[in-house]
């Protein structure tokens, strides 16, 4: 077995680190370290980085959420100690960064994409600009009482104002939890050094503790992918209903960048684009 190389090790210190740092303090860090969508009040600049070491928490007792990190660290170890070994630390550092961000231009972009459908949906109620603002970035929890009433209030004030039925209102809860979510986990940079490593290595054997039957990288990446695919369209507010809460456009996005920078690569491999 490959000894683990020096990014791949700072990686793993970093995200442990973040992890066991963000379980101790609790939701606060979650809010600020997370990656909210870039409409949300709530998002600052840091956080298309942070986000890539910010991990499901375990504070809250949610069982399996402890799989988040322990998934995510064992395919760094195991696929990104061998690509660093090929690469060098710095540029298996750039390329693992950048999976992780075109992780996240796909991820907000699909966002993006649906909730301003569904503004469309709901454009008869003609709110303004800082109307939308104000209740996409409202609490839902907080709009109603224990009898499921809107609680009075600016929010209730504009949906009345425009007439909002309960139909349009129902699209309109649908834009607020979009805007409302969160994006955490390493899984998108992790989703590009998969393709990396079926790119270099296309009949490497990949088993998996629920396949018995290992499985070569060339086939077991692009079906992971699929999957994920499919899981995103049928998630989706725009394509289908049935979401499983994971970010799989983020796994798309990652694998995207991934394949591209690995193609460019190898394309430019032997002239003076090359990167040694």
Same mark, same amino acid.
């Given at each position: 077995?490959?000894?683990?190389?020096?990014?791949?090790?700072?990686?793993?210190?970093?995200?442990i680190i973040?992890?066991?740092?963000?379980?101790?303090?609790?939701?606060?860090?979650?809010?600020?370290?997370?990656?909210?969508?870039?409409?949300?009040?709530?998002?600052?600049?840091?956080?298309?980085l942070?986000?890539?070491?910010?991990?499901?928490?375990?504070?809250?007792?949610?069982?399996?959420?402890?799989?988040?990190i322990?998934?995510?660290?064992?395919?760094?170890?195991s696929?990104?100690?061998?690509?660093?070994?090929?690469?060098?630390?710095?540029?298996?550092?750039?390329?693992?960064?950048?999976?992780?961000?075109?992780?996240?231009?796909?991820?907000i972009?699909?966002?993006?994409?649906?909730?301003?459908?569904?503004?469309?949906?709901?454009?008869?109620?003609?709110?303004?600009?800082?109307?939308?603002?104000?209740?996409?970035?409202?609490?839902?929890?907080?709009?109603?009482?224990n009898?499921?009433?809107?609680?009075?209030?600016?929010?209730?004030?504009?949906?009345?104002?425009?007439?909002?039925?309960?139909?349009?209102?129902?699209?309109?809860?649908?834009? $607020?939890?979009i805007?409302? *979510? !969160?994006? /955490?986990?390493?899984?998108?940079?992790?989703? =590009?050094? &998969?393709?990396? #490593?079926?790119?270099m290595?296309?009949?490497?054997q990949?088993g998996?503790?629920?396949?018995?039957?290992?499985?070569?990288?060339?086939?077991?990446?692009?079906?992971?992918?699929?999957?994920?695919?499919?899981?995103?369209l049928?998630?989706?507010? $725009?394509?289908?209903?049935? *979401? !499983?809460? /994971?970010?799989?456009?983020?796994?798309?996005? =990652?694998? &995207?960048?991934? #394949?591209?920078?690995?193609?460019?690569w190898?394309?430019?491999?032997?002239?003076?684009?090359?990167?040694?």
């Amino acid at each position: 077995m490959m000894n683990m190389t020096e990014a791949v090790k700072q990686l793993l210190i970093i995200n442990i680190i973040f992890f066991v740092g963000a379980n101790f303090v609790g939701d606060f860090a979650y809010q600020l370290l997370s990656m909210h969508y870039i409409e949300n009040k709530d998002f600052k600049f840091w956080q298309p980085l942070t986000y890539m070491f910010m991990h499901a928490p375990v504070y809250k007792g949610i069982a399996g959420n402890l799989m988040h990190i322990v998934f995510n660290m064992f395919a760094l170890v195991s696929f990104g100690a061998v690509l660093e070994q090929f690469w060098g630390s710095k540029k298996f550092l750039f390329f693992y960064v950048s999976c992780g961000l075109g992780a996240l231009a796909l991820h907000i972009g699909i966002n993006y994409i649906q909730i301003h459908s569904l503004m469309d949906e709901v454009a008869s109620l003609n709110f303004t600009k800082s109307e939308w603002q104000l209740i996409l970035n409202s609490d839902y929890r907080s709009l109603f009482d224990n009898n499921g009433k809107l609680i009075a209030g600016p929010v209730k004030t504009i949906l009345e104002n425009a007439h909002c039925t309960q139909e349009q209102f129902n699209v309109i809860s649908e834009a $607020i939890y979009i805007n409302k *979510g !969160t994006m /955490i986990g390493a899984s998108g940079a992790v989703y =590009g050094l &998969l393709v990396a #490593f079926a790119f270099m290595f296309p009949n490497a054997q990949l088993g998996l503790m629920f396949i018995p039957v290992p499985i070569k990288a060339k086939y077991f990446v692009p079906g992971l992918l699929a999957i994920d695919l499919f899981l995103g369209l049928k998630g989706s507010s $725009i394509f289908g209903s049935g *979401g !499983t809460g /994971i970010a799989h456009f983020a796994h798309i996005g =990652g694998a &995207l960048i991934g #394949f591209l920078m690995m193609w460019y690569w190898k394309k430019n491999s032997f002239n003076n684009k090359r990167w040694n």
